[in-house]
């Protein structure tokens, strides 16, 4: 179906694309605004309002646990977003190893991702160098999306960059982090020294990180400020194919359990051209979003690399010695990679549904429960009654008591607070009507919980009420 079709079959209304969908309801439900959007916005940014906050937390808090709290072999780091510059040297990030190829448009001054130009024109970038793209683009005439001409490509290397004190200089230099790992390479020894771990064990992490990306694009997928969920966890290196396996095998079932699509999952075993200059395997979990297949999540093996270049910078051993075998040699590193926005946004697509009821469209999230912003709506019938409201309090602030992340609504009627609970995610609505108050007396504090998934209600006695919420 063309664009005037498609126009044409709703009434002169263009259909939205999924995409477009997800983002009205994001904003429209307070999950994510443009970040500035009173002053008209600042591109790669945003802002996450009240359910955002929730989803991210819930998501974060997941992970860690299931991570690090349930784990006998994990132990949390949370370092500093400022380091010193020293750090980025040693980890190959103020060299070409962390640049993008960029190129400007010579009228405009507008700049823009050379790979990004060549897919947009059917040709696949994977493999090639800065040389080859730039000679690709004068060869085909690939022009900026201005139809202008394009200068030559260069790297531009994504780091932001500051200044720590009132002095400025290369003295006073510093970077804004744009990866949580090296946080976690740089605390090895203190980590060993403090809690003397025995291989293997991991460290892990989540936080903020920064990227000077020259096209941020695609919402909340590509920007400028992100969060990372990290482990870098340390092996022998005879050992490392294994602890590889199974850390693999853990991220895939990390994607059932918070109810992505995984026919929409794809595994791309990077080639080593295509690697990061520490790597020497990486796998990439690609995700079918509504823009495109594009990486969700990453696992790679690191080998000695950031240790031993730590250790070489620094002067400081960064080696292990194990007890029971009397040696001392650098651990090997194996690293799963997961971002907290890009897993947000999977979890939308995966969750964002539309189907009929009542004769009516319906849009509803169907997220898994441990990841709803609410778990639980209380509402009464109606709310110009005075007992149903009293009645319905006491049970709203029983199951926020008890589960937490329940929340009220008392407004429009019971249909639209359905449909309202629906599109944000809200497992189960809970009413208080007529009957809760005995007006059947054989229902007599019991009420009515409706299931976000099928629409179906059920009464449930109040006493029994929060065993049913945490079953859901």
């Known amino acids: 179906m063309n664009e005037k079709q498609d126009i044409a079959s709703n009434g002169g209304k263009k259909e939205e694309t999924m995409m477009e969908k997800i983002v009205s309801l994001s904003k429209r439900r307070g999950f994510v605004f443009q970040g500035s959007d009173i002053y008209g916005g600042l591109a790669g940014t945003?802002?996450?309002?009240?359910?955002?906050?929730?989803?991210?937390?819930?998501?974060?808090?997941?992970?860690?646990?299931r991570f690090v709290t349930d784990r006998m072999d994990m132990y949390g780091v949370d370092a500093a977003i400022l380091m010193n510059a020293r750090v980025w040297e040693a980890s190959g990030h103020t060299g070409a190893g962390f640049a993008d190829p960029m190129v400007e448009d010579i009228k405009t001054n507008k700049r823009y991702r050379?790979?990004?130009?060549?897919?947009?024109?059917?040709?696949?970038?994977?493999?090639?160098?800065?040389?080859?793209?730039?000679?690709?683009?004068?060869?085909?005439?690939?022009?900026?999306?201005?139809?202008?001409?394009?200068?030559?490509?260069?790297?531009f290397?994504?780091?932001?960059?500051?200044?720590?004190?009132?002095?400025?200089?290369?003295?006073?230099?510093?970077?804004?982090?744009p990866e949580t790992a090296q946080g976690m390479f740089v605390n090895f020894k203190n980590i060993i020294d403090s809690m003397h771990p025995k291989l293997p064990f991991g460290l892990a992490q989540t936080g903020k990180a920064f990227r000077n990306e020259i096209a941020p694009r695609d919402f909340i997928f590509r920007s400028r400020e992100f969060e990372q969920m990290e482990i870098e966890y340390f092996v022998k290196p005879t050992e490392w194919e294994s602890h590889f396996t199974h850390w693999y095998e853990e991220m895939k079932r990390w994607m059932s359990d918070i109810g992505l699509d995984t026919n929409?999952?794809?595994e791309l075993e990077v080639a080593k051209e295509d690697r990061a200059h520490y790597s020497s395997r990486t796998v990439d979990?690609?995700?079918?979003?509504?823009?495109?297949?594009?990486?969700?999540?990453?696992?790679?093996?690191?080998?000695?690399?950031?240790?031993?270049?730590?250790?070489?910078?620094?002067?400081?051993?960064?080696?292990?010695?194990?007890?029971?075998?009397?040696?001392?040699?650098?651990?090997?590193?194996?690293?799963?990679?997961?971002?907290?926005?890009?897993?947000?946004?999977?979890?939308l697509t995966s969750a964002y549904t539309?189907?009929?009821?009542?004769?009516?469209?319906?849009?509803?999230?169907?997220?898994?429960?441990?990841?709803?912003?609410?778990?639980?709506?209380?509402?009464?019938?109606v709310k110009n009654k005075p007992e149903l409201m009293k009645k319905a309090q006491e049970v709203f602030q029983a199951l926020k008591k008890e589960i937490g992340n329940v929340t009220w609504d008392d407004n429009g009627n019971i249909g639209k607070r359905y449909r309202r609970q629906d599109e944000i995610g809200t497992p189960a609505c809970v009413v208080i009507d007529f009957d809760t108050l005995g007006e059947k007396p054989e229902l007599l504090d019991t009420v009515t919980v409706r299931d976000r998934d099928t629409g179906t209600q059920t009464r449930v006695p109040i006493a029994e009420l929060t065993k049913v919420i945490k079953e859901r």
């Not at 539309?354 to 019938?381: F, H, I, Q, W």
Request: charged share 25%; proline share 6%.
């Open 46 to 65: 945003w802002d996450y309002g009240p359910l955002g906050v929730e989803l991210k937390n819930n998501i974060k808090q997941l992970w860690w646990k």
């Open 114 to 155: 050379v790979d990004h130009l060549l897919e947009e024109n059917g040709i696949d970038p994977k493999g090639m160098t800065i040389e080859v793209m730039d000679a690709t683009l004068k060869e085909k005439g690939i022009k900026s999306p201005e139809g202008n001409p394009l200068g030559a490509a260069r790297q």
């Open 157 to 177: 290397n994504m780091m932001f960059e500051t200044q720590t004190g009132a002095t400025s200089g290369e003295s006073g230099k510093v970077y804004l982090r």
């Open 264 to 266: 929409k999952v794809h």
């Open 285 to 347: 979990f690609e995700y079918e979003f509504p823009f495109g297949t594009k990486e969700l999540y990453g696992i790679a093996y690191r080998t000695d690399f950031d240790l031993k270049n730590h250790a070489q910078h620094s002067t400081v051993d960064l080696s292990y010695f194990d007890e029971e075998s009397k040696e001392r040699f650098v651990p090997h590193v194996i690293e799963p990679t997961f971002g907290v926005e890009r897993t947000f946004l999977a979890v």
């Open 354 to 381: 539309e189907d009929e009821m009542n004769g009516e469209v319906r849009t509803y999230l169907k997220l898994a429960p441990s990841l709803a912003p609410y778990r639980a709506c209380v509402s009464p019938l």
